[in-house]
């Protein structure tokens, strides 16, 4: 139900997950003037005017989906509550997982390459999914609660 806040927010949060999946999440320039830039299924550099993939970045790719997929998937358990908590949970923990990996792949990338970092916007989506997806998951609980205390006066 739309009009729940918390499914205002779930879909926030399904937007921002997708809106990773396209172009690149952080930008890197090399020492030698080399661009390198991080995106959902691997790290590509710009060699000839044309971005070749230098690395696949699998469980990068593989959470990346997997969040997006799991907060769509949340959006349309409006009925069933008690899922809905659970797999809010889930996302939530999972989104914590990837804002973890992205800081180890930025790590990873500026130690084994001697790149310096360019952040762009895009990599705070991660984190503001975490924060809206905690809001949802109180929202979702405050419902619950809601409904069970009107069982308790019946």
């Known amino acids: 139900m739309i009009q729940r806040i918390q499914s205002l927010y779930i879909a926030v949060v399904v937007c921002l997950s997708v809106l990773l999946l ?4 952080v930008s890197f320039i090399g020492n030698e003037g080399g661009e390198f830039e991080l995106r959902y299924n691997g790290l590509y550099q ?8 230098t690395e ?3 469980p990068l790719t593989f959470l990346l989906l997997i969040v ?3 907060s769509f998937i949340t959006f349309f358990l409006f009925k069933w509550r ?3 908590l ?10 914590l997982g990837e804002v973890i990996m992205i800081a180890f792949y930025l ?3 500026a130690a084994k390459y001697e790149v310096t970092v360019l952040f762009s916007l895009k990599i705070t989506f991660p984190i503001v999914s975490a924060v ?6 109180r929202g979702i609980l405050k419902d619950e609660l809601l409904v069970r205390s009107y069982e308790r006066l019946r």
């Not at 710009?46 to 993939?53: H, P, R, V």
């Not at 809206?132 to 998951?137: D, E, I, S």
Request: charged share 10%; glycine share 8%.
């Open 22 to 25: 396209f172009n690149g999440i």
């Open 46 to 53: 710009l060699t000839g005017g044309a971005w070749n993939k």
């Open 56 to 58: 696949s970045l699998f």
């Open 68 to 70: 997006a997929f799991l």
């Open 82 to 84: 008690r899922l809905q």
């Open 86 to 95: 659970r797999a809010s949970v889930l996302t939530l923990l999972l989104l």
């Open 107 to 109: 790590y990873y990338v």
């Open 132 to 137: 809206l997806m905690y809001l949802a998951f």
